[in-house]
């Protein structure tokens, strides 16, 4: 099924495959935006902290975009130490537009103790008609409760960390979006390739892509949209954006979720048991200096 735009809680429409522009640097912002956008992205996420947000500027300015045509999401990030307000006027200064699509918390420890505090600025820049939608990324159910016990809008959307080696312990945080009506925004969906290749993911993700006649990449996209998520990805490459476009007509049974979560889950507790052992090793070290310490004082 082609990509379709999912309907927010507070009434708009949001893109469900979006260009993101971490790690992109500036010289080469601009023209990968527009390249993007040429391949047929109309959605753009970037953050302040990226430090790219004039350079994405320019591309809009460049494509000649009507402001309906694109939805635009940057992050207050803290940058400088910086508050919502403040960097919400700074973000759309450098965009060049005049108001936000979509305006997030990048994380809730930029909150500083105080997540109802900084989420009643997120309301005020709401009000003034500065953002259309506000929302939040990298909050825990924790997080979101007590957002949601003194919020009098609700955030639309949770962008987070999703994919298969992530799924067993994201499950009840995607199960509290569906209940509270948030969507979900997945970053890094691709991270099996990226960064942990050669794990349990790997074999059943290049069976399903053959059996698909997809990519490997194509497949991670579909598995977190089947998740329900709005992906977030990138490449600078044109076959590469192509193909993440083209992995919304990518139907995956549920016997291939079912068996990237079986994989995931078991990658994800290699990864404990490893963290386990890596904290169980500097507790062993730790004790072992104190006592070499107290020896040596003749304690
Ligand atoms: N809110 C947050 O804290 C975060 C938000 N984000 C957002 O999400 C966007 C995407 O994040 P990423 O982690 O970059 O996402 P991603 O998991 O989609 O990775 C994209 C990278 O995967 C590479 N790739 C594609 N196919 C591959 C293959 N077969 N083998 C190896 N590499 C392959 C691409 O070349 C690209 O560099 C960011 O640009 C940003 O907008 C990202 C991280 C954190
Ligand atoms: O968005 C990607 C990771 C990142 C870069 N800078 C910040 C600041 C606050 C939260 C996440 C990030």
Known sequence: MPFKPVQLNDGRYLPTIGFGTWKIPKENCASQVDQAVDVGFDHIDTAQAYRNEEEVGQAIKEQGLARKDFWLTTKWS?????????????????????????????????????????????????REGKVKSIGVSNFSVEDLQTLLASCSIKPVVNQILLHPYV????????????????VTEAYSALFPLTSQPGGPVDKPLNKIAEKHGVKPEQVLIAW?????????????????????LAAGDITLSEDDIAELDKAGKKGEQKQVMVKKARTVGRVVLAGAAVYAALRLLGL
Do not use: N
Request: glycine share 8%; aromatic share 6%.
């Open 224 to 244: 977190a949209s089947a998740k329900k998520a709005v992906v977030l990805t990138t490449s600078r490459t044109k076959e590469r954006l192509e193909g993440y």
């Open 78 to 126: 803290g940058v400088d130490g910086k508050q919502p307000k403040q960097s919400c006027e700074e973000s759309l200064e450098k965009l060049g537009v005049e108001y936000l699509d979509l305006y997030l918390i990048h994380s809730p420890r930029l909150c500083q103790g105080d997540i109802p505090g900084s989420w009643k600025q997120m309301e005020d820049l709401y």
């Open 167 to 182: 799924i067993g312990r994201t499950e009840p945080l995607l199960e509290f979006h569906a209940a509270q009506h948030i």
